[in-house]
């Protein structure tokens, strides 16, 4: 059984920073893309960072410049390091794995975290 488990969420400052980590474990061979979605009070969940195995990356324009995400191949683990953050980047951040491959085939596929929350105040 696959899991993602996020932590590093928290109560912050405007222009502060937090760095976010998704752990995923499960006999995972690889993952395809991992990303960090967040979604707020009252809004859908929207994207805010993926990372390819390759390494490439795609930024939403409302956090490119302030955040970035990396990863760890080898540990099946991605971060965000978030800078300068913004009142309104306060939602609860999730962890996605997309195209993930297992040692049991019944476990390939795309898989969410139970989400962090993150809160900067103004």
């Known amino acids: 059984q696959v899991q993602l488990v996020e932590s590093g969420g928290g109560l912050v400052q405007a222009g502060g920073s937090l760095r976010l980590s998704c752990a995923a474990s499960?006999?995972?061979?690889?993952?395809?893309?991992m990303g960090w979605y967040r979604q707020a009070p009252g809004k859908q969940r929207e994207l805010v960072a993926t990372?390819?195995?390759?390494?490439?990356?795609n930024y939403s324009d409302s956090v490119k410049g302030r955040f970035t995400i990396s990863r760890d191949n080898a540990k099946n683990t991605a971060y965000l390091q978030m800078s300068s953050l913004k009142a309104e980047d306060t939602a609860v951040y999730y962890c996605?794995?997309?195209?993930?491959?297992?040692?049991?085939?019944?476990?390939?596929?795309?898989?969410w975290g139970q989400g962090t929350q993150v809160t900067v105040s103004s």
């Open positions: 996605n794995a997309e195209g993930v491959a297992t040692e049991y085939a019944s476990d390939w596929g795309d898989y």
């Open positions: 499960g006999s995972i061979f690889s993952i395809d893309v």
């Open positions: 990372m390819s195995r390759g390494g490439s990356t």
